[in-house]
């Protein structure tokens, strides 16, 4: 049983909340909110609207004392660039791994993360400000795209709700970064100095949108759009459900990427498709033998 605390328990929090309650392998035993938030002392029951829970919400600067108490063993956070830090520098002293769903970090915090995660060695984190399944097909799809389509030009369009402070959205920027590790090998880039203002973002926060990003790819006589929409939240609570299990268990930094493990399913892709063709190969020529001469 993985015992699991959540740090934020906002709109997407609370549908975390409600799917790991349904899983049989998890155990949510913290749920923490800001110092300031009106939602402190209350069961997390009635914050999702349902029965209570016997999970008491706790304020940010309890955390350290009640980590004590729940042990738990991963703790998502889907709070703030700054909160998740100091939440990240507490944790990682209790061996409390970490699924980070936050997004809005500077390059700066980011490399604070990996600088905890060297720190202490048994440090566990998943960065994954895109948590979804989705989304991450689409970075790859991008990336290949990318590096075929050499005279084309890419923009990306990105839209959250109106609420959604970071612009552009981290999973944009990370579509941007992609996009160009594709062009990289058609063109000189480097991309450790690339910044993602290189690729076009428009960003849109407009009433309850909860997450669509699109990729433009337009030549001179096509064009390509790839889309990914979020209809639930219920998304990204099934990639945190994912990340949890990834790395409960694990010690070092990764990103969502990891957890799917997209790459590897493109490689068993490309040997399947060169088996299929070396086995319509024998056949052509087991057909061959076979015609009378």
């Given amino acids: 049983m993985i015992k699991v605390a959540l740090i934020g328990v906002g ?22 909110c800001s110092n300031h938030s009106n939602k402190a002392g209350k069961d997390l029951g009635e914050i999702l609207h349902s029965k209570d829970t016997g999970i008491v919400i706790m304020p940010a600067n309890e955390l350290s004392k009640n980590l004590l108490k729940y ?14 830090i100091r939440n990240a ?9 970490m699924v980070i769903g936050t997004t809005g970090f500077t390059e700066i915090q980011t ?9 202490y060695h048994k440090a566990g984190f998943v960065l994954a400000p895109n948590i979804t399944l989705g989304v991450n097909v689409l970075m790859l799809l991008s990336n290949l795209a990318a590096s075929i389509l050499e005279s084309y030009d890419f923009e990306i369009v990105e839209s959250h709700f109106k609420g959604k402070r970071d612009m552009p959205s ?17 063109k000189d880039i480097d991309i450790h100095e690339f910044d993602s ?25 096509d064009k390509i759009e790839i889309i990914h929409e979020s209809f639930s ?38 040997e399947r498709e060169t088996n299929l063709k ?5 056949d052509t020529e087991r057909i061959e033998d076979q015609m009378p001469v």
């Fill in 11 to 32: 709109r997407t929090g609370s549908e975390i909340a409600k799917v790991i309650m349904e899983q049989e392998d998890m155990q949510l035993v913290m749920a923490v």
């Fill in 71 to 84: 042990k738990p063993d991963v703790a998502i956070d889907f709070s703030s660039p700054e909160a998740t």
């Fill in 89 to 97: 520098e507490i944790l990682t002293k209790y061996n409390v791994k």
């Fill in 111 to 119: 490399k604070k993360l990996m600088m905890l995660s060297n720190k």
């Fill in 170 to 186: 981290g999973t944009a920027k990370k579509i941007a970064k992609e996009l160009v590790k594709g062009m990289s090998t058609y």
């Fill in 197 to 221: 203002h290189d690729i076009p973002i428009h960003s849109i926060r407009a009433g309850g949108i909860i997450g669509r990003h699109r990729v433009i790819m337009a030549g001179e006589h």
């Fill in 233 to 270: 939240r219920k998304a990204f609570a099934l990639g945190a459900l994912r990340a949890v299990r990834f790395i409960h268990r694990k010690h070092g930094f990764f990103e969502m990427n990891d957890v799917l493990d997209l790459r590897h399913v493109l490689t068993r892709y490309l």
């Fill in 278 to 282: 070396k086995q319509k190969y024998f």
